[in-house]
């Protein structure tokens, strides 16, 4: 007989817990060892019983679901982590991803297709909720038709140009060089980019491009 997948959930909302519990009635091919409430329990519990599967909340106490995944990834590869959250935002969608995510299904998805989504991550498969995965073919569709000005509207064709070297890793210097411009004029661009896009810092610019397919040479 086979071992059953082991199975741990990390929720602040025990409503959602007791669902996972009842969910589980029945279905001896899976186990479930461990429950969190916050993020810092999360990665605990994970090194600890290292279960075969994380249900992960994004959204917990003193530390995210997202950052709580890419922490025990990082110590645990073999562990899939499966987010079950009510966030579909594209930030939210592909900042998981980048954690090291195997999957991301929405909250009120049916019985059957959240037991599916625990068997596909378990086998190493990767799997997404309809609704969001169509969302993403659309923005890779969107990426793959290089229309930048598609995905960013709000700027200019010269603020685009100046994003994607920003992508790329390259400072207001040599920007400034490239495109023989005065430094000043370089960072009255980047301000103007960082207010459209409305970020707080370059490194939060740099993500934004990057999920667009802007900078994708440099990895």
Do not use: C, W
């Amino acid at each position: 007989m086979n071992e059953p997948i082991t199975l741990m959930v990390a929720d602040d909302h025990l409503l959602f817990r007791d669902g996972i519990r009842t969910l589980l009635i029945g279905h001896d091919d899976l186990l479930l060892v461990a429950e969190a409430e916050t993020g810092g329990q999360a990665i605990a519990l994970a090194e600890e019983h290292q279960p075969n599967v994380i249900l992960m909340d994004i959204q917990m106490p003193d530390l995210s679901g997202i950052e709580a995944t890419r922490r025990i990834v990082q110590t645990s590869p073999h562990i899939a982590v499966l987010m079950v959250t009510m966030f579909d935002d594209d930030q939210s969608v592909f900042s998981a991803m980048r954690a090291g995510a195997r999957g991301y299904v929405l909250k009120g998805v049916k019985h059957d297709e959240l037991l599916r989504a625990i068997h596909a991550v378990a086998h190493g498969e990767a799997i997404f909720s309809p609704d969001i995965a169509r969302r993403m073919m659309d923005f890779f569709s969107r990426v793959g038709t290089g229309d930048s000005a598609h995905l960013f509207p709000e700027l200019t064709e010269r603020e685009r140009y100046i994003l994607s070297l920003i992508a790329q890793g390259k400072d207001n210097d040599d920007i400034s060089a490239e495109l023989d411009l005065s430094l000043k004029t370089v960072r009255n661009h980047v301000s103007n980019i960082l207010n459209k896009l409305q970020v707080t810092d370059r490194s939060q610019a740099i993500l934004k491009a990057r999920q667009a397919g802007m900078g994708e040479e440099l990895g």
